[in-house]
């Protein structure tokens, strides 16, 4: 049948079509400092490991997360939240790398809730990236040394510990790295009342404390695995287990 196209109708057609590649477009693993992500967009690790975005569990309070993009669970397997104790109050928000060169996000009024507050020398073009590691990290273009990186995620754990990150110290910086559990599971990422440290003087072992209280050792490393912890088996072909200890810095960490 002939007849002539409707306007409304091919408007929409281009419209849809439009956002469908800006979509697109933003769904890769890097932002640029030109660019922002929105509430309803997403960065994917290269090889669709991992993904970051805002998530929400009552639509009320909305948050900056990565999740495992590869497990098609009910709820998102969340490993990492930014603004877990200061979320959005609104699905309108964004998140951008700032002129003083600062991950930051922002709520719909244009003030930012939560920021990266690393400094640099050179804030400008700079690029955020999400690894296949989990890893979220804000750097210079083409820069590889991981020295030189200028803020990432795994220096700031919240309630996981993936491959790759350290649990302990970093005596010239006075950074500590821990884990602490989230108010509830699949309910509420803000800090729980549950933490996992390492605790490095005499022997350096890690504990786990409810608030204030000593719950659970691990036991001094012993060479091999922490001596408390005789599930750790060291000679596997899947798990490698590290602890390192030096005047710098004094850490556990485990790779597939």
Same mark, same amino acid.
């Given at each position: 049948?002939?007849?002539?196209?409707?306007?409304?109708?091919?408007?929409? %057609?281009?419209?849809?079509?439009? !956002?469908? $590649?800006? &979509?697109?477009?933003?769904?890769?693993?890097?932002?640029?400092?030109? #660019? *922002?992500?929105?509430?309803?967009?997403?960065?994917?690790?290269?090889?669709?490991?991992?993904?970051?975005?805002?998530?929400?569990?009552?639509?009320?309070?909305?948050?900056?997360?990565?999740?495992?993009?590869?497990?098609?669970?009910?709820?998102?397997?969340?490993?990492?939240?930014?603004?877990?104790?200061?979320?959005?109050?609104?699905?309108?928000?964004?998140?951008?790398?700032?002129?003083?060169?600062?991950?930051?996000?922002?709520?719909?009024?244009?003030?930012?809730?939560?920021?990266?507050?690393?400094?640099?020398?050179?804030?400008?073009?700079?690029?955020?990236? %999400?690894?296949?590691?989990?890893? !979220?990290? $804000?750097? &210079?273009?083409?820069?590889?040394?991981?020295?030189?990186?200028?803020? #990432? *995620?795994?220096?700031?754990?919240?309630?996981?510990?993936?491959?790759?990150?350290?649990?302990?110290?970093?005596?010239?910086?006075?950074?500590?790295?821990?884990?602490?559990?989230?108010?509830?599971?699949?309910?509420?990422?803000?800090?729980?009342?549950?933490?996992?440290?390492?605790?490095?003087?005499?022997?350096?072992?890690?504990?786990?404390?409810?608030?204030?209280?000593?719950?659970?050792?691990?036991?001094?490393?012993?060479?091999?695995?922490?001596?408390?912890?005789?599930?750790?088996?060291?000679?596997?072909?899947?798990?490698?287990?590290?602890?390192?200890?030096?005047?710098?810095?004094?850490?556990?960490?485990?790779?597939?």
């Amino acid at each position: 049948m002939g007849g002539s196209t409707n306007p409304l109708s091919l408007f929409l %057609l281009c419209f849809t079509t439009f !956002l469908t $590649l800006f &979509e697109v477009s933003i769904s890769t693993d890097t932002l640029t400092s030109s #660019q *922002s992500l929105r509430t309803n967009q997403t960065l994917l690790s290269p090889n669709a490991i991992f993904e970051l975005g805002f998530f929400s569990y009552t639509n009320s309070t909305w948050y900056l997360g990565i999740w495992y993009k590869t497990i098609h669970d009910r709820d998102r397997t969340v490993v990492w939240v930014a603004n877990r104790d200061i979320p959005l109050q609104t699905s309108l928000g964004f998140l951008k790398i700032n002129d003083q060169g600062n991950l930051v996000i922002i709520n719909q009024s244009q003030k930012p809730i939560w920021s990266s507050n690393q400094t640099t020398t050179t804030p400008s073009n700079l690029i955020l990236q %999400l690894f296949d590691s989990g890893n !979220l990290v $804000l750097k &210079e273009p083409n820069e590889n040394d991981p020295k030189k990186i200028l803020w #990432q *995620s795994f220096d700031y754990p919240t309630d996981t510990l993936l491959p790759g990150m350290k649990l302990g110290w970093n005596f010239d910086t006075g950074i500590e790295k821990h884990i602490t559990s989230w108010s509830a599971t699949n309910e509420d990422p803000s800090s729980g009342d549950f933490s996992f440290k390492l605790d490095p003087r005499g022997l350096p072992e890690i504990f786990l404390w409810n608030k204030n209280q000593r719950i659970y050792r691990s036991g001094p490393w012993n060479g091999e695995r922490f001596s408390g912890v005789p599930e750790m088996q060291p000679n596997t072909d899947s798990i490698k287990f590290t602890f390192f200890v030096d005047q710098h810095e004094a850490y556990y960490t485990f790779s597939i």
